[in-house]
């Protein structure tokens, strides 16, 4: 079993700037906007269940019309919902921004919203081997520091852990203090995934992080492909997939789960294991991730692949 920590939300995403029913009605200049599921982590743990691993959600959801739509979707892809809490705060909102090139900005709608009040459970699912976190979900307190806790006890427990930390900048008051606080979880992460962006933002590099604790580091590079660093000097690339984009949202979170149901299917979702992945092993991982991640680029929104899409690792 997988269980990912973290935020769920809803992305409001611009259809177009075609008329509708409510043109007459919309501010000048702005395109209608699409209620869609979304949040690093719960995309994460869709992908989980649509390529076929175990995975439970842990996380703090409205008792409102959108946190029952989340709770659905969770469900429709196979997610084990049994760690999710409940609360009558509204749901967090996300408007998204659709750049040229298809990548995504985002404006954030978080203030007494339920994701913020998680709080850490007393113990996770029978037969978790590994826990993922990132994004909103470690800057927003209260609920940051209970997802920290989180992540020190499993790592505490020889548990598999993976970070992305997927950085909004505009949630971040104090970028020093997350920067501090960043460098203080590598010791509880096997795994570190973060883009090229994350990685100016937070201005260290893979070897550096993995001086703090990582078994790996996977640096992605949108469409120029991934790159991962190992513990022991290993250093392995896969070019990127190439696809027409339609957007980016939730290609990072594709990522993330095909890693950790690639690392699940090779037999090295441990702390242990996953020192002892070859080179090839990591560019069939690598390529994995890659061609998962061009399958949820080709589609609007966080639509990541099924297994049968993406072929073996």
Known sequence: MIVVAGEALIDLVPLGSSPDDGAE??????????????????????????LGSPVAFCSRLSRDGFGEALLAGLRSAGVDTAPVQRGDEPTTLAVTSIGPDGSAGYSFY???????????????PAGTRAVSFGTCSLVL??????YEELMRT?????????????IRAGLISDAD????????????????????????WLGGTPREWLSGGPAAVVLTRGGDGLTVYTRDGGEYAVPGERVEVVDTIGAGDTVNAALLHGLSRQGALSPAAVDGL??????????FAARA?????????????????????
Do not use: H, M
């Not at 070859?278 to 390529?287: A, E, F, I, M, V």
């Not at 061009?294 to 073996?312: D, L, Y």
């Open 110 to 124: 978080a203030e007494g919203t339920a994701d913020r009040l998680f709080s850490a459970p007393d113990r996770l």
């Open 293 to 313: 991640a061009a399958i949820t680029c080709s589609r609007a929104g966080a639509e990541p692949p099924f297994g049968s899409e993406v072929g073996e690792v």
């Open 177 to 200: 203090a997350y920067r501090a606080r960043f460098k203080n979880w590598l010791p509880s992460t096997t795994l570190l995934k973060l883009s090229e962006e994350d990685a100016q």
């Open 141 to 146: 307190e209260p609920g940051a520091s209970a």
């Open 154 to 166: 499993a790592a505490a427990q020889g548990l598999f852990t993976a970070l992305d930390p997927n």
């Open 25 to 50: 009605r919309r501010a000048p200049g702005l395109p209608p906007l699409a209620p869609r599921l979304g949040g690093g982590p719960y995309n994460t743990a869709v992908a989980l269940g649509r």
């Open 278 to 287: 070859d080179g090839d092993g990591w560019t069939r991982l690598l390529g």
